[in-house]
């Protein structure tokens, strides 16, 4: 019989742990959280200094009677939930709703679901670490006191079904911030200006580009400019000036963290941080491996630190020098340790560098494989040599004007060989092999082109990751629900991969900053974050941060009780006529998503189901296809002219797959 119990968050774990311990170890599952504030009331008592209530969480009582059956069995309890603030608080609430109080229990954590990790944590299990508990703690209350109390204010000056939150409205707020700043652009003129020569021994003609004069730099601001400058140099002489060579390098990126995951898998793979989050949650809690058995092939999803351990970096340069050639492999890119870094966590890497993309291929499904891919190609590319390059710039002058040209050529690839990051910088390329110092050009022609500033892009979802972990609001853990929120709650649309604020998004932005200024805040929330990492050191108690918040938020929603006033949102109309009054029907929002009603209601109380197009013809006869749902609430994609048309699939056709998520 089993000694020993290790309990684990996720099912999927218990199938990867079970493997490396031995008959003397049962592994079970909580299958996440156990207890949590009750979801009918505040559950925080301003009365009794900020008690947090806890109670079950509905459906958990047969899991843990089941759990506290193993529990007896057991001489020792090991709690091995994830290692960060969350998992923490979950181990305190297994203690405690186990009733662990009298028997032998152990606080164990691995930073990747490998033997020689879970076996080493054994070795070196702990108590549980109040310090983050009470972290975790204060985020909660924090968050139950924003939404519980401002929530019900909304649905009472707005309409029912909004929520506030404190890290989603600052996110809200930094869309409509950036929406104001698109609106209220004004674009300006300028211009380029590019002289072509021709080169002896040469057949593409040399371009170069306007840079200033003698006195330095200047930008054109107009056509009149343009021709000034071109009716300056009418037959001018055009000399090489300078030709200035040099290296350059290009360092290698760093090693992904769950915000820089989440950016470069939205550019690259198009997919949603939510997706990304998901997907890498699989990746790390177990894969079966054919003739390998279940495998974790990625350490721990939610950090924000770059640090790799000393065992994967010996690993790295093995594998690296060894594949690659030993000047292939360098030091690694280095990154000093920032405030807002939480915990003793990793850089996310893979758990072992040899197992490549390519072997595991055939066990993971596609989107596993193409996360698993570049999170093993920027692990092998951060951990070698910088990039080399070449540079020449050449100067060109004519009465006065001066032109220029930059070529650059790579001599070294280094962690190019591996991995291309998706903004990458262009590499500038010329033929100026030919061109010495003193050199005479034959001018060809001028090409001027008119350009207007452009204004902000809208934000994607990297782009609002990105901003969010700038402005040290919210953790690694946050991004992925913060961003799914304000799109369920269609305060935000996304539009293939562009963020838009909606007309309710605009409305309870307005009455958020109105109302509680303090809340959608950037620098109140990104103190906050400060505080909360004061409490997990143990240089703050929580319920100090909690007694300084409450009072204030409690004034403001009073206030905000009787001075604002409500607002009405119109229904979007549509073209769509009701078949029983002949009225332009609208969309409501129903328990289940959008439905068509009638605005004549009660006198009509005509409904139908509202069928979202995606702008892609049926392959088999012409009509739109739009989006429906199985009756198990799982979405495919079918012919608007359903039953007579029969076409259907699971995947989103081919045409609207750049729009959106598969």
């Not at 958990?60 to 020792?76: P, W, Y």
């Not at 709690?79 to 608080?89: K, S």
């Not at 070698?384 to 004519?398: P, Q, W």
């Not at 607002?567 to 332009?584: F, P, Q, S, W, Y």
Request: proline share 4%; net charge positive.
């Amino acid at each position: 019989m089993a000694k020993y119990l290790v309990i684990v968050e996720s099912p999927a774990k218990v199938k990867t742990i079970k493997k490396f311990l031995g008959a003397n170890y049962e592994v079970a599952a909580s299958m996440g959280h156990v207890r949590d504030l009750p979801k009918s009331q505040l559950g925080v008592d301003p009365e009794n200094d900020y008690e947090p209530k806890y109670i079950t969480i509905r459906g958990k009582g047969d899991l843990l009677a089941s759990l506290r059956k193993e529990v007896k069995k057991a001489e020792k309890v090991y709690l091995a939930t994830d290692p960060d603030r969350e998992g923490e608080a979950i181990s305190w609430h297994l203690y405690h709703a186990l009733k662990l109080e009298n028997k032998k229990t152990y606080r164990i954590t691995f930073n990747e679901i490998t033997k020689k990790a879970v076996k080493e944590s054994l070795k070196n299990a702990r108590e549980i670490d109040m310090d983050l508990v009470d972290a975790q703690q204060a985020r909660r209350c924090l968050d139950r006191m924003v939404g519980y109390r401002i929530s019900p204010l909304l649905w009472a000056k707005i309409k029912r079904g909004l929520s506030a939150g404190r890290v989603q409205s600052v996110a809200l707020r930094i869309i409509c911030d950036r929406e104001a700043e698109i609106n209220a652009f004004i674009p300006e003129e300028y211009w380029t200006l590019e002289a072509s020569f021709d080169v002896k021994g040469e057949k593409k003609p040399l371009v170069a580009k306007y840079y200033g004069t003698t006195e330095g730099k200047a930008n054109i601001a107009s056509e009149a400019e343009v021709n000034e400058i071109k009716k300056a140099l009418k037959n001018a002489e055009y000399k090489v000036t300078e030709v200035k060579k040099g290296e350059r390098i290009k360092k290698a990126p760093l090693p992904f963290t769950t915000s820089t995951l989440q950016q470069e898998a939205s550019k690259v793979l198009n997919f949603s941080t939510q997706k990304t989050m998901r997907l890498a949650q699989q990746l790390y809690e177990g894969v079966e491996i054919k003739g390998e058995g279940t495998l974790g092939l990625i350490t721990y999803l939610r950090t924000d630190s770059v640090r790799v351990s000393e065992e994967a970096e010996a690993m790295a340069q093995e594998y690296i020098a060894k594949t690659y050639g030993e000047e292939y492999a360098g030091e690694g890119t280095a990154k000093k340790k920032e405030q807002k870094i939480q915990d003793a966590h990793e850089a996310i890497r893979p758990t072992d560098l040899k197992r490549m993309p390519a072997v595991v291929k055939e066990s993971l499904s596609r989107d596993q494989f193409r996360l698993y891919q570049l999170i093993w190609k920027r692990f092998a590319a951060s951990r070698m040599s910088a990039a080399k390059y070449e540079t020449t710039s050449v100067k060109i002058m004519a009465n006065g004007y001066r032109f220029q040209v930059a070529d650059s050529k790579l001599i070294f690839d280094g962690f190019l060989s591996v991995y291309t990051e998706a903004d990458g910088e262009e590499i500038e390329k010329a033929n100026v092999k030919a061109l010495e110092k003193g050199s005479e050009l034959e001018f060809l022609a001028f090409d001027g082109k008119q350009h207007f500033t452009q204004p902000p892009a809208h934000f994607t979802e990297a782009a609002l990751v990105k901003t969010l972990e700038e402005l040290g609001i919210g953790r690694p853990s946050t991004y992925a629900p913060t961003i799914t929120t304000i799109i369920a709650r269609r305060y935000v649309a996304k539009e293939g991969k562009n963020l838009y604020i909606t007309e309710l998004g605009e409305i309870v932005n307005d009455m958020m900053i109105r109302a509680f200024p303090s809340i959608v805040n950037t620098e109140f929330t990104a103190n906050v974050e400060g505080l909360l990492d004061y409490i997990a050191d143990g240089t703050m108690k929580w319920k100090t941060v909690v007694r300084n918040f409450y009072p204030d938020l409690e004034e403001a929603v009073n206030n905000a009780e009787k001075e604002l006033e409500n607002v009405k949102i119109a229904d979007e109309v549509t073209d769509i006529l009701c078949e029983e009054c002949g009225r332009n029907m609208v969309i409501k929002y129903g328990p289940h998503g959008k439905f068509l009603a009638c605005p004549g209601f009660p006198d009509c109380r005509n409904t139908k189901a509202y069928l979202e197009k995606i702008g892609v013809a049926c392959p088999q006869c012409g009509k739109d296809i739009v989006i429906r749902k199985s009756k198990k609430g799982r979405k495919y994609y079918g012919c608007e002219n359903n039953p007579e048309c029969d076409y259907m699939t699971w995947q989103m056709p081919k045409a609207a797959e750049a729009a959106g998520d598969k």
